[in-house]
Every structure is written in C-alpha cells, then in structure tokens.
C-alpha cells in the first residue's frame, strides 16, 4: 500500500533537499501535471473502492486507475483530450470501468494540478527499490489548495525497502502521516462528499415525531435530488439521470399522496397536478430512452438487426423531439414556480401533531390490505388492467416500505422488500412488454404510411409477436407469483415487522 | 495474457537484447508485463539490476513450492516486472522431466500470473532441450534472432521443425534479422531477400550497433535511455510486428 506523508509548510520549499539528504535517491522527473479525476455522477467508481485520473503533462498524457488509497492497478498512455466512457484505451482501465459504470457517462469530477517531482530510492547497483512521488502545493479548481505531500510508491518484490523508507520519514522533523489520501484531500478541498450522494432520500425517523415533519423532510430531500438531476436531464448526459428525475417525481407523488390529512389538502391537490404534469413530461423520453437501451438486445431476438435500422432511426427522430420538449417543459416558468413553490409550501412542517409512526402503520395497513384484495381478486382470466392495478398497489406498498423503513425492524422490513420485488418484477416484466408491443404496432403503422420497405414492416410484425410472446410468458406467471407472496410466510414476516417497531 | 518467447537454438544472436527492448516496449504502451529470465546466465537479470536469485531456486517454482508471484521483482520502470534467474536454473530440464507433463509444467505456472499481466516475455537459454519445448508449448509467439549468414535459412527450418513437432497448438514464429551491418553486402542482400521470401520472417532487421552493446554499461534497455537511436526505432518497429502476430 502506498504511504502518505504531509509535509509541513516550514519543510515545503527544502523538501528535496531535506529527503536528499536523508535517503540515498536520484531526483528522476520534475513536471507540472493537470489531473482530472473521472467518475460517474453517481461517483459508482468511487463507491467501488477505484479512482479514475487522467495525468496531463507537457507531452504526454496517462490513464491511471488506483484504489482509495492510491495505490495503482493499471497505467495506460492516452489521448490529451477529455476522457469518455467510450475513448478509453482496451486495457483492463477500460474492462474494470465500463463494467462498473454501465450506462452512465463519465464525467471529470474535480479538477486539481501542482508540481510533481519523482524520486527513486536506490539500493544495491544502483537499483530502485521505492519510489517518493512529491506533489504539490496542489490547486484545487473551485476549492482551497491542498499542502506538499509525500507519497511512498513500494516495489514488488521490495517492501521491506518501502517501509523502511516510511520509517525514515516519519523520524524528520516536519513529516508526518497524511489524515487521509490525496484524493480525499482534493474532494473535500473542492468541497464534494461523493458518500454522502443520494439517489433516494435516506430517511431515519424517530416513531414519535410529527408526521408533518417527517413528510417536510422527505419532500426536501426529494427536491434536492429533483434538482441534481436537471441539469444532466437537459444536457442529456447520459438517461440516468432522466431516469433517476422521472423516478424521484414519481416517488414524490407517492409521498404527497400518502400526506392525505398531514398536508393541507389545497396544497396537496395542487402540487398533485403540477407533479403529474411534470411526470407527464419526463414519459416519453424515457420510453425512448428504454427502447433504444434495450434495441440491440429486442432485435437480437427477432434475427433482423438490418431490417429494423429504420425502426432505430424513427426512435432517434422521435426521442430527439421528445427530449426537445421535456427540456421545455424543464426550463418553463411553470417548472419554476413547482420548484419554488415546493420550497416553500412542502417542504415545510404543518401544524398537524400526530406522530409518524401513528401515520406510517395506518398507511401501510392500508395499503397491504389493499395489495392483498387486488391480487387475491387475479385469475388467469384477470383482463390486463387489473394486472396493472395490482402493479400499482405493489408500487404504493414498495414506497411506504422505503419511506417508513427506519421506524421497523430491518431484518423483516428487508425480506418484505425482496419478496415484493419478486412479486413487482414479473407484474412489470408484463406491463413493460405490452407498452412495447401496442408501440411497435404504432411506429409500424407510421413508417408503413412514409411508405417503408416490407421487409422492415415483417420484421416489426415479428417484433410485435415476440413481445406478445414475452408479455404472455409473464402473464402466465403472475399468478403463480402472487400464490408465493400472499403465501403465510409473509403475512407472518409482514405481522413481525409492524410489531418490531 | 499473451506469451512471446524470445528464443533462439544459437547464442549470442541478440535473443535476451530483443527480450528486454520489447518487454519495455509493451510495458510503455500501456500493457501490465511480466519478464521472465529463464537464462541461468541471467543476461536480462543483470540488464534490469535486479539480484539473480530465486528463493529456492528453480525446483521450488517448477514443483510449486514456492509461488511465482511470490518470486517476481519490480523493475526500475513503471509497469514491467522481472522473475528473474538463477543459476539453479541450468539443471531446468531435469527439475521439469521430474514433473508430470513436464512440457505443459511452465504454461501451468504462468496461467497463475493471467489476471495480472497483459504480456509475459521469455527470455529463454539458447539449446534444444525440454525447457524449451515447454516454452515453445506455452507461448503465443516466438521471436527469434537471426545472425546474417549464408546458414540462416537453415537454422530458420530448424526452428520451424522444432516447433512443428511441439506437443500442443504450435505458437506463432516470427523470426528477424539481428546484429545487421549495412556496410556488409551480404547483410544488405538477406535483410532484403529473407522477408520476401519467407512470411515469418519480419521486415524490421536489428542493427548492429554500439548503442546496443552499450545496454550491459547502461544496464537498461536501449529505448528507456536512446529512444531515437536506430537501434530503439528498429526494436519499436520490431515490437509493432510482434504484437499483431502475437495479437497484444
């Protein structure tokens, strides 16, 4: 593992001389290096113990990707321009975070650059045994600069070389172990806290506070996250971010429904339209965004990859035009009253005393009641919108789960979850494919009218009977599904999660 | 991972020179390199400065006693490790004939080192012997040198038989034109004819040069220290062939 060391301001300016002086070493290069750390906006690079920089010299420019700690996996020379998911060299840089980051773009999170000296300590003939890489002071872009440090670089094969030049660090006056690696330095320096991001409210609650409170500070997280999710919406960075905008609405409607005599129900009412209208906005795109998403793998299935190249282009015509149009609706006044409104109707504390808890078992009753009539009321027989009413209800009982998750035991409230994510994903697997099949139906009958060839339009016509296929394998297993989640085992589970409050 | 073996039936052909050039080469191009001395002389050993003894010695990596990544030095540059000789490593034939399946025993060994490596480079003892069949055997590639001599064709078909009669899939061959001077009409006229006439044969030829001698002074290879010398362009060109042969 590399080694730290702060470097102390009256040392800085002597600290080649100081470390010369002390270990037998050979100054090998001195540059001025930009770096710029890479990572998704929802840092999952950093959530999986890497980071991503790009080293940017005089005349030549490096990939690097190392653990927290700094400690290097692999180093791929690369271009001068900005670094993207898709220009990353082949290479294990590219395999481990394509693998990681999957759908979302990269992004340089922090930007910093300093002074960069190397050097190698020697051992016998002249052989390098450890490396001390000194950096800075380093300017941190937007953020305070961070101090000389002293990084100890150990090579294979020569650890014991590498402590002992530790050791001999730490025994100078003015060096001393780093508080924490460069890069966590840098972050905090540019004031970024990529643990603390969320992309759903993390939510704690005490049973007996107000429930006004608990809602007025759910609904604040909600618009922060509704908020962090705009600007990569308008700029279509990658769908993530639509994707994450369109489910925080939706998860906020939810909590403005479950507010139902803890929120003035003008209020209520009113912020209920605006956010239907906002998550009215967001549907399209997002349809688009899936159908594209999934077109290579849906057209796989179908044996047609040529023939659908229309289909694909109508889909790119018409996400553009939806985009265009949600990015309207994003930088519309009504978009900023809703925000501002939001602030400060919602996302403040009523009068209403009652405690949380109270609310949350009369809303989760309530709603698993309902669940279980909806399913229990399926057959074989069920026509597809009481399938989908059941998907509702689940997602309904799914949101109270997350919200109030905190006031019950976590054990039973977790294994809740999972047995109604089974339940949920066979119920969308369902809706999924009949919105895609009634769509192709709808895109055939369009590119057939802009007079496309057959054989594009046969293939549609496979398209449509393959999701038919799909859409049937999943209705045919709701009911067996159902069986298994209505099952004792979770009505008990259910009982000694409301009790382990 | 992919195995190039530099390996020559002849000594003192530029085998261990092109070894270490090369396992520079790929190392600087981004790629995470191995480089093992397989030579109980230790010629590449001694080129990275690194200490040519292996705990144990050759019969703890080739029974497994010892792991071999326990036995892997880091050399002075970013990227390019060493397992370096030892002298141990002249009894290498008996140690593997004690083996089972003593010709797959080395490509055994290295599969251990496939997550952390991109390209392993063996530099292997000049002789016809179970060493290096079982390097013919684990390798992706087999570099050669040839010395510019009326005999090099033959030694060439030598080395094609030897590899033909291999156990296992037969490695790639790419055998070039080593120590050429260009002031010798004999050299010029090989180091036209031989590529043409012969598809493993590489177009790039490796000079004869002081440069070159000069990496036992240096201890460095001839690119990390002399990068627009003709011998580094020659050996970067040598490497640009190798690595679509080897498919790096």
């Known amino acids: 593992m590399a080694a730290e060391f702060a470097v102390d301001e009256t040392v800085g300016p002597s600290c080649i001389d100081v470390l010369t002086d002390a270990l037998r070493v050979r100054v090998d290069l001195h540059h001025t290096e930009r770096r710029v750390w890479f990572d998704t906006h929802d840092w999952r690079l950093f959530r999986a113990g890497l980071q991503l920089e790009h080293h940017v010299r005089k005349r030549e420019s490096w990939l690097v990707l190392s653990d927290l700690e700094g400690q290097r996996i692999s180093r791929q020379p690369t271009r001068r321009a900005a670094v993207t998911a898709q220009s990353l060299p082949d290479g294990v840089t590219r395999d481990r975070v394509l693998e990681l980051i999957g759908v979302r773009a990269l992004a340089p999170r922090v930007v910093a650059s300093g002074p960069v000296q190397v050097l190698s300590v020697l051992g016998p003939a002249e052989k390098t045994v450890a490396r001390i890489v000194v950096e800075g002071p380093t300017t941190v872009r937007n953020g305070a600069p961070v101090g000389l440090r002293a990084r100890i670089e150990s090579l294979r094969g020569y650890d014991k070389d590498a402590a002992k030049v530790c050791r001999t660090l730490d025994a100078i006056p003015g060096f001393g172990p780093a508080k924490e690696p460069l890069f966590e330095s840098v972050l905090r320096a540019a004031g970024l806290h990529p643990r603390s991001f969320r992309s759903k409210p993390d939510l704690e609650f005490i049973p007996g506070i107000p429930a006004t409170e608990a809602f007025a500070g759910t609904l604040t997280q909600l618009r922060e996250i509704v908020l962090d999710n705009v600007e990569g919406t308008l700029r279509q960075r990658d769908t993530e971010f639509l994707h994450d905008l369109r489910v925080t609405v939706r998860r906020t409607r939810a909590v403005l429904k479950f507010a139902h005599g803890t929120i003035d129900e003008d209020i209520r009412a009113r912020y209920a339209v605006e956010l239907k209208w906002l998550g009215d906005q967001t549907s399209l795109s997002r349809d688009l965004d899936v159908y594209l998403l999934g077109f290579d793998d849906l057209v796989s299935h179908v044996n047609a990859s040529g023939e659908l190249e229309p289909l694909r282009e109508q889909l790119t015509r018409h996400r553009k035009t939806a985009h265009a149009a949600l990015n309207r609706a994003l930088r519309s006044e009504r978009f900023a009253a809703l925000l501002d409104g939001w602030q400060h109707e919602l996302a403040v504390p009523g009068p209403v005393e009652r405690p949380v808890i109270e609310v949350a078992d009369e809303l989760l009753s309530r709603a698993w009641k309902r669940v279980g009539k909806r399913g229990e009321a399926i057959t074989d027989a069920s026509p597809a919108e009481a399938v989908h009413d059941l998907r509702k209800r689940c997602k309904e009982l799914r949101y109270l789960l997350e919200f109030f998750g905190s006031l019950y035991g976590a054990d039973a409230r977790s294994e809740a979850v999972s047995e109604l994510k089974l339940l949920q994903d066979i119920l969308g697997a369902f809706q999924d494919a009949e919105a895609q099949r009634i769509s192709i139906h709808q895109y055939a009958v369009e590119l057939a009218k802009a007079g496309t060839r057959p054989a594009t339009l046969m293939a549609m016509g496979r398209l449509e009977h393959h999701l038919q296929l799909r859409q049937d394998a999943a209705r045919a297993e709701v009911t067996d599904r159902w069986h298994r989640f209505n099952r004792k085992h979770n009505q008990r589970l259910y009982a000694r999660m409301v009790t382990s409050r | 991972m992919r195995i190039i073996a530099s390996y020559s039936i002849k000594g003192g052909v530029g085998k261990t020179t092109a070894a270490a050039n090369v396992a520079w080469l790929a190392a600087e191009s981004g790629h995470r390199v191995l480089l093992w001395d397989l030579d109980p002389q230790g010629g590449a050993t001694y080129l990275f400065r690194i200490r040519p003894k292996v705990k144990g010695g050759g019969e703890a990596l080739v029974s497994g006693k010892r792991d071999l990544h326990d036995a892997v030095k880091a050399s002075d540059f970013d990227d390019l490790d060493l397992l370096p000789s030892d002298f141990s490593y002249r009894n290498l034939d008996l140690l593997l004939d004690a083996q089972k399946k003593p010709t797959r025993r080395l490509g055994r060994l290295l599969d251990s080192m496939a997550d952390e490596y991109d390209v392993v480079v063996l530099d292997c003892a000049p002789s016809v012997s179970l060493v290096s069949e079982g390097i013919v055997r684990a390798a992706d590639l087999v570099l050669a040198p040839l010395v510019p001599a009326p005999l090099s064709v033959r030694t060439l078909d030598q080395l094609r038989s030897f590899i033909a009669e291999a156990k296992g899939p037969a490695p790639d061959l790419l ?39 000069q990496m036992g002074v240096r201890r460095a290879p001839v690119v990390a220290w002399a990068r627009m010398s003709p011998a580094s362009v020659a050996y970067r060109s040598l490497w640009d062939e190798a690595r679509l042969h080897a498919k790096v």
């Open chain 2, 175 to 213: 055998a070039f034109l080593s120590m050429v001077d260009r002031r010798r009409r004999l050299h010029r006229d090989l180091s036209e004819q031989l590529p043409k006439e012969h598809q493993d044969v590489a177009d790039t030829v490796i000079p004869m040069a002081s440069v070159v001698e």
